[in-house]
C-alpha cells in the first residue's frame, strides 16, 4: 500500500508560533514528492500516520540542493540514500530548510540531510574519505570518526506532528562552486 508523501511547507504550520517567539521569515519551499523505495525495509504495517516537520540550520550557502533520506534500520545509514525506506531532493533556491514530510507511518526512524553544494546528487569527499559537503542527522549527535550510528539518530514518530531541527556540519572549508 502506497501512502501520498509529499514535502510541503511548514509556514503555515508556524505561522501561529512566529509571533510568539520571534522566528525569522522562512520561505516557501514547493511541494516536491517523497520516493518511496519497496525494496528498503517498510515500516510496521499501521493505519496511523503523522507529520515530520524538519527544520535545516547553519547552512553554509543557499547553493545547491538538500537530500533528505529517512531510514528505518541502519543499513545505509547515513550516506546511502538509495536504502533509505524514502528520500527526495530539492533546491535551495526553492526555500527548502523548512519542510514537511506528510503521512508518513508511525515507527521508528532516523533522517539525514545532505548539502550538495554542487548539485551532483552525491556527497563528495576527500580522497581520505572526510566529507566536502554538509550534513547532518536527526538529533543532532556530536560528530566524531566516521557517520553517526542509527541509534545515535533514531526518533519515533508516534503521533500526529513531530518537529526535528537538523543542525548542518561542515569539515571542508573549500568553496566547491570554484572547483
Known amino acids: 500500500m502506497k501512502f501520498p508523501h509529499l514535502v510541503t511547507s511548514c509556514i503555515a504550520a508556524l505561522a501561529p508560533l512566529?509571533?510568539?517567539?520571534?522566528?525569522?521569515?522562512?520561505?516557501?519551499?514547493?511541494?516536491?514528492?517523497l520516493?518511496?523505495?519497496?525494496?528498503?525495509?517498510?515500516?510496521?504495517?499501521?493505519?496511523?500516520?503523522?507529520?515530520?516537520r524538519i527544520?535545516?540550520?547553519?547552512?553554509?550557502?543557499?547553493?545547491?540542493?538538500i537530500g533528505i533520506a529517512l531510514f528505518t534500520t541502519d543499513k545505509g545509514f547515513p550516506s546511502k540514500p538509495e536504502k533509505?525506506?524514502?528520500?527526495t531532493g530539492?533546491?535551495?533556491?526553492?526555500?527548502?530548510?523548512?519542510?514537511?514530510?506528510e503521512n508518513i507511518p508511525y515507527g521508528n526512524y532516523a533522517l539525514s540531510v545532505?548539502?550538495?553544494?554542487?548539485?551532483n546528487r552525491k556527497m563528495d569527499k576527500t580522497f581520505i574519505g572526510i566529507p566536502k559537503?554538509?550534513?547532518?542527522?536527526?538529533?543532532?549527535?556530536?560528530?566524531?570518526?566516521?557517520?553517526?550510528?542509527?541509534?545515535?539518530?533514531?526518533?519515533?514518530?508516534?503521533?500526529?506532528?513531530?518537529?526535528?531541527v537538523i543542525d548542518m556540519n561542515y569539515f571542508n572549508k573549500k568553496d566547491l562552486s570554484e572547483e
Open 114 to 119: 545532505l548539502h550538495d553544494e554542487n548539485s
Open 55 to 65: 527544520r535545516i540550520e547553519n547552512l553554509r550557502s543557499n547553493e545547491g540542493m
Open 84 to 87: 533509505a525506506f524514502a528520500s
Open 35 to 52: 520516493s518511496i523505495n519497496e525494496e528498503a525495509h517498510q515500516p510496521a504495517t499501521t493505519t496511523e500516520n503523522g507529520s515530520i
Open 18 to 33: 512566529q509571533a510568539l517567539a520571534s522566528l525569522p521569515e522562512m520561505p516557501e519551499p514547493l511541494p516536491v514528492q
Open 133 to 164: 559537503e554538509g550534513f547532518g542527522t536527526s538529533n543532532n549527535p556530536k560528530i566524531s570518526y566516521g557517520p553517526p550510528d542509527f541509534e545515535e539518530s533514531e526518533f519515533t514518530l508516534d503521533r500526529e506532528e513531530i518537529a526535528l
Open 90 to 101: 530539492l533546491e535551495l533556491a526553492e526555500g527548502a530548510t523548512c519542510l514537511m514530510l
